[in-house]
């Protein structure tokens, strides 16, 4: 039988519509159990390569008839050569193109909503990581927010819509993933920019995003207004868009609230979190959508792929934000963390233009989960 090659966008369309699938994981055991391909009807083997060297025998028995089954690894090859044994054994078996690290880079585009003027506002959510990020168009004008470094889709995708880039803004200076912020205005020309607060060691000039800064796109002037919403990081800023959405960055997430402590100063800017979660975003309207930066779970997923909720819903059922003792709250998120970032300090360094790495090395930095949310 042959073998078939499936990409990163064919898996991401069955995590999304819920579709089995059988994931026969070739990597070691550690790099399996930190981080894998996850979805409501997607079952694992991880099995390392190196203990199928000799041959498939020995899991025959373990790899089910009625689904399909799919071989990754971390490049592509090691799962090539496990689903042709497979396949020599007459079982209908594919191999994942590009193997993890293309699975940890796909982003896919989903709208979100039209805007008043006639525009539209797109996510872009990267399954593999858990990235999110957008883009706003409004009368042949984009604004890209919280782009990573891939950022040849966002280019496409405004190329496509018949767009041109013209700003391009980071709620915060990321460290679970490279920005492509930078790279986007360099292409197109576009204004970045970054709160001022995160952006005191930056090798390169931007715009500095201040509370209540208005950003505008297209002739009937759309503004993205700026709030001010410290906690993450000391500069995080938030955006309310078109009066109906609310891009919280890394402060406010679906099922959790966003962690403090990856400059290193938990204890410092915890008051600021709850100051952000408990007054500021209490002062908003309810009926804002909240689009966050990031998602923790595959739970989170709308029935679209999207991730969005009503604030007035996560005030409801976010524990994060329905914690009446602040005593309480400054344990939750200073004593209930998950670990860092993988090489969260050579991307803060990178997003700060400190160093330049080439390529591979940044796939190399982001491979992993992202973990910027307290448990």
């Known amino acids: 039988m042959s073998v078939k090659e499936i990409s990163a966008k064919d898996i991401a369309k069955k995590v999304i519509e819920k579709d089995p699938l059988f994931i026969l994981d070739v990597r070691n055991e550690s790099d399996f159990q930190d981080w894998k391909i996850e979805g409501e009807s997607i079952t694992h083997l991880n099995v390392p390569y190196f203990d199928l060297l000799d041959g498939v025998d020995g899991i025959l028995d373990k790899i089910p008839i ?30 994942l193109k590009g193997g993890m690290k293309t699975w940890s880079e796909h982003l896919e585009p ?40 891939t950022v ?3 280019l496409d995708f405004a190329e496509k819509k018949g767009v041109k880039i013209t700003q391009v803004m980071d709620t915060h ?38 509370d209540g800064t208005s950003i505008n796109i297209g002739n009937t002037t759309l503004a993205i207004q700026s709030l001010y919403t410290p906690g993450h990081t000391i500069g995080s800023t938030s955006f309310v868009v078109d009066d109906r959405f609310l891009l919280t960055g890394d402060i ?10 990856l400059a290193g100063l938990a204890q410092d800017w915890v008051g600021d979190l709850r100051e952000t979660l408990y007054r500021r975003y209490k002062e908003l309207s309810g009926e804002l959508l909240v689009l966050p930066a990031h998602f923790m779970i595959m739970e989170e997923l709308n029935g679209d792929g999207s991730v969005s909720a009503k604030l007035e819903e996560l005030f409801a059922t976010n524990h994060g934000l329905n914690m009446e003792k602040e005593e309480e709250f400054r344990n939750l998120v200073t004593e209930n963390l998950p670990p860092q970032p993988n090489s969260y300090q ?7 233009g400190k160093v330049s790495p080439d390529e591979e090395e940044q796939r190399e930095m982001e491979i992993g989960p992202n973990r910027c949310a307290v448990r």
Not at 133 to 148: F, G, K, L, T
Not at 175 to 183: E, L
Not at 346 to 352: A, D, L
């Open 173 to 210: 200076l990321h460290a679970d993933h490279i920005s492509g912020g930078r790279r986007i205005a360099e292409k197109t020309g576009a204004t970045y920019w970054l709160p001022p607060k995160d952006a005191e060691e930056v090798q390169f000039s931007y715009e500095p995003l201040k």
């Open 346 to 352: 050579e991307i803060r360094k990178t997003n700060m």
């Open 252 to 261: 406010l997430f679906v099922d959790s609230i966003g962690r403090p402590d």
């Open 66 to 95: 009625d689904k399909e089954v799919l071989v990754v690894c971390a490049k592509e090859g090691s799962s090539l050569m496990v689903a042709e044994m497979l396949s020599s054994e007459g079982i209908d078996t594919a191999y």
């Open 152 to 154: 040849e889709v966002y």
């Open 110 to 149: 989903v709208k979100i909503g039209d805007l008043s003027d006639g525009g539209e506002l797109y996510q872009f959510v990267r399954l593999g990581k858990g990235c999110l990020s957008y883009m706003a168009v409004s009368n042949r004008e984009a604004a890209v927010i919280d782009s990573i470094r």
